[in-house]
């Protein structure tokens, strides 16, 4: 029987080349874009799913309660304490960085640098359960200093696959040489992880650092020394969320009531997708990009749908005789619907290899487009398979039911009487797909719009300080040479000012304290607060309103001085504050208000103080210099730092990075937005071909009483003018009501104009009747004695 209806529905494909053609074309570019999308939203759920044990293993956050936000820095004596009071924590790990800013290991005569490398303790291996390729599992492997244990990929580079167990290499750990031992050789950490790592080392390189550096003998058993990310694994069965109330009256017993933060707990698996609020610099995931690329791909796969089935019923409609003919001989109602049913189903199957195609070809563009790797992760095959079987299925169905449906249910009296495609309730339905359409194309079309005017309108805001023509030099820490720089750069000619701080501006973090208003004292205003030196807010053109800048004539400055923005004065309540107090500082200016961050938040209220810290230089130069002048910084940069790369970045630069999910979305929607025009253009074109050789006889008609060929034209083209129409003034409450919830992200927006709307009605109007002229016109070109004689 299968055999059977594969016959029949090649044959059919056969009879009807060209609707099967757009019906084809149309239905693989869909699928091929709702596949990229997917694959993209699958890798990003995917996150941390290679553990094992993720859902026992929980990440111990440090939650600030004036702040409200978590952070993953704790103490390295939160490890052992945990488990030694919780006898639901089977395993504690304390992790951190290298313990230096850069680790490297030395082949032969060069040092490579290895950017993850992790200080840690032994457990680590358990809690992520680790395989090892090399070297004894569950082995005590960190627990000597020199102990290393590498990655597989590592281990091949250092020593081409070989296995490296018990050799010693050479590292380079604060700019001294040590020997290390390799204990073992782990298998690479899949891509889709938050916890990566080309190699491990001793917590005690950490603890030992940390101790030199504040001058100390017991950072270890220091519960203020947060320092670390604790992992924990729990027992089977455990209640994390039980745990979490007990760590209150833990933390009261080990540190007391203040400071005012409790510990909290992450399940792995939220990790990626669910850290939007915790303060790490470890990778994250926007669930709202992956809400929001799922939502698009369902719409590609209900414009693929709508697509399918006007087609397919346009093109069944031409076997109504076929079915009248079966019926006559004795062919069951059941017997015909699962014929087509099946046909239906097979057809969007054989499409099926086509769309994998199309999104292979497509994907290195589609990683341009969403600014990440859209690659094929081996581990998610399965899951690739399953939903883009899925999907394409589903729109077999649809389509089948409906068809399979309908002409089964044929009387024979209306096949002969040929009374099939002029029925009004088959010319409604088909309206009714083409809006549908046509309202997305539409809704689309304004989205980019709205999207790109606020992308736009956040890069030319007024943010209270240059947007151009400044460059930001990054020193790192602990640069030794901050004043020999900033003099040889000021005595450029091409440069205008020059000034140092601890953070560019516009600033991503925040440092933060509280200060009682000075009108209720039991009222607290939170503050953040800005670290530069004497000439850094007149080389950022900040406005200095009231009061005086930081000068080197008042050596109490360096300490004792503070200015504030205007939204920090009238939020502290204070009135004349040149000269007031906070804490052990006295204001000296007031700032002008200026965008501190993106545009997404308010302005807050913050502070500046002058910092010996300076970690960015900002470079104000004059316009057309940029050349000469980066040449210059990077020259004398090499005078004081002869060893240290030349980092930097312009400030248009940083806020076009400051807003790039903004212009990742523009590209997306306009992207699909095209996608959305050309498929519906084929469902149309393919309506319109349909359209036209039904009313051949109906033309031939028109055309002996007198119609011209611009009447006949004219009548094409107003039926579908009216669809446009509809579709566009329904998509405007739609697009309103998405993008007014869209630009509540931000503080500082555009409103929402009529033009956009308009602008889209046009596009869609001339995409309509250009589709629809090309058959109107030839339709109206007809011999009437020809069309009069049509079948």
């Known amino acids: 029987m299968f055999e059977n209806y594969l016959k029949s529905a090649l044959r059919f494909l056969k009879q009807n080349r060209v609707f099967a053609a757009i019906n084809a074309l149309g239905l693989s570019i869909a699928l091929a874009v709702s596949f990229i999308i997917l694959l993209f939203v699958i890798n990003e759920l995917s996150y941390d799913h290679c553990f094992k044990n993720r859902k026992q293993i929980y990440r111990v956050l440090n939650y600030d309660l004036e702040l409200k936000k978590s952070m993953v820095g704790t103490p390295y004596v939160l490890t052992l304490a945990l488990k030694e009071q919780f006898p639901q924590i089977e ?90 031992v390799i204990k073992g050789v782990f298998d690479n950490i899949p891509e889709n992880s938050t916890f990566k790592a080309d190699c491990f ?53 080990n540190i007391g009531r203040y400071p005012q933060f409790n510990y909290l707990l992450q399940n792995l698996s939220d990790v990626y997708t669910g850290s939007e609020k ?119 169905i649809a389509s089948g039911i409906y068809t399979s449906t309908y002409l089964s249910g044929l009387r024979v009296s209306d096949v002969l009487k040929n009374t099939l495609q002029t029925g009004k309730k088959r010319t409604i339905l088909r309206s009714f797909l083409i809006v549908i359409q046509l309202i997305i194309f539409c809704s689309f079309v304004s989205c980019t719009l709205i999207i790109r005017s606020q992308y736009q309108y956040a890069l030319n805001k007024d943010i209270g300080y240059y947007n151009h023509d400044v460059i930001l030099v990054d020193l790192g820490f602990d640069f030794k040479g901050t004043s020999a720089y900033l003099n040889s750069i000021k005595s450029n000619p091409n440069v205008i000012m020059a000034g140092g701080a601890s953070n560019h501006l516009p600033m991503n973090g925040a440092f933060v304290f509280f200060v009682p208003n000075f009108q209720n004292k039991d009222q607290k205003v939170k503050l953040e607060d800005m670290f530069v030196d004497y000439d850094f807010l007149k080389t950022m053109g900040i406005t200095i309103i009231e009061g005086r800048n930081f000068s080197e004539d008042f050596g109490s400055d360096v300490e004792g001085s503070i200015i504030l923005n205007q939204t920090a004065v009238k939020q502290l309540g204070i009135t004349d ?69 030349f980092l930097y970045s312009t400030i248009e630069d940083l806020i076009k990075d400051l807003y790039s999910s903004e212009k990742n979305l523009t590209n997306v929607v306009s992207i699909i937005t095209l996608f959305t025009l050309v498929i519906a253009s084929l469902g149309l074109f ?106």
Do not use: C
């Not at 109906?698 to 083209?717: M, N, Q, R, W």
């Open 201 to 253: 080392i001793s917590n005690k390189w950490t603890l030992a650092n940390i101790n030199k550096s504040n001058k100390i003998t017991n950072s270890d058993k220091d519960w203020t020394m947060n320092y670390w990310t604790t992992w924990v694994l729990l027992s089977k069965g455990s209640n994390p969320r039980s745990l979490e109330n007990q760590l209150k009256a833990f933390k009261i017993k």
């Open 577 to 645: 504050p040149i000269g007031k107090k906070i804490g052990n500082q006295t204001i000296i200016g007031i700032a002008k208000d200026f965008n501190l961050h993106s545009i997404h938040s308010d302005i807050p209220p913050h502070g500046i103080e002058m910092t010996a810290n300076v970690r960015q230089i900002a470079v104000h130069y004059k316009p057309g210099t940029l050349k000469s002048v980066l040449s210059m910084l990077e020259t004398e940069l090499k005078k004081v730092a002869p060893g240290k790369p």
């Open 91 to 180: 395993k504690s790990v304390a992790v951190t960085g290298s313990p230096l800013k850069e680790f490297s290991l030395k082949l032969k005569d060069e040092y490579i640098n290895v950017p993850n490398a992790i200080a840690t303790d032994s457990e680590v291996f358990d809690i992520f359960t680790l395989h090892l390729i090399w070297g004894v599992q569950h082995q005590n492997l960190l627990d000597d200093q020199s102990s290393l244990v590498i990655s597989k990929d590592l281990a091949k580079k250092l020593f081409h696959g070989k296995n490296p167990v018990g050799n010693e290499i050479v590292g380079l750990v604060d700019n001294e040489e040590h020997v290390f």
């Open 686 to 791: 393919g309506l319109t071909l349909f359209a036209a050789k039904t009313r051949t006889k109906e033309i031939g008609i028109k055309k002996v009483f007198g119609s011209s060929e611009t009447a006949i034209i004219y009548s094409f083209l107003t039926e579908n003018f009216i669809l446009v129409a509809i579709a566009s003034l329904i998509s405007v409450p739609i697009t309103i009501y998405i993008m007014s919830k869209w630009l509540n992200n931000f503080a500082y927006k555009v409103t929402i104009s009529w033009m956009v709307f308009l602008i889209s009605f046009i596009a869609a109007l001339v995409v309509v009747l250009f589709t629809v002229y090309f058959h109107a016109y030839k339709a109206s070109r007809l011999n009437p004695v020809k069309a009069l004689r049509y079948e």
């Open 278 to 396: 915790v303060f790490t610099n470890t990778i994250k995931g926007n669930m709202n990009n992956v809400r929001l690329f799922s939502a698009i791909a369902m719409v590609m796969v209900l414009i693929a749908a709508i697509n399918y089935i006007l087609l397919s019923t346009v093109v069944s409609s031409g076997r109504a005789k076929e079915i009248g003919i079966r019926k006559t001989f004795g062919a069951g109602i059941e017997s015909i619907k699962n014929q087509l049913f099946s046909e239906s189903i097979l057809l969007s199957i054989l499409v099926f290899p086509v769309a994998l195609l199309l999104m292979w070809l497509a994907l290195p563009y589609a990683g341009k487009l969403f600014q990440t790797k859209v690659h094929i992760i081996s581990s998610n095959i399965m899951i690739y398979i399953l939903v883009y079987l899925a999907i394409t299925v589903f729109i077999g």
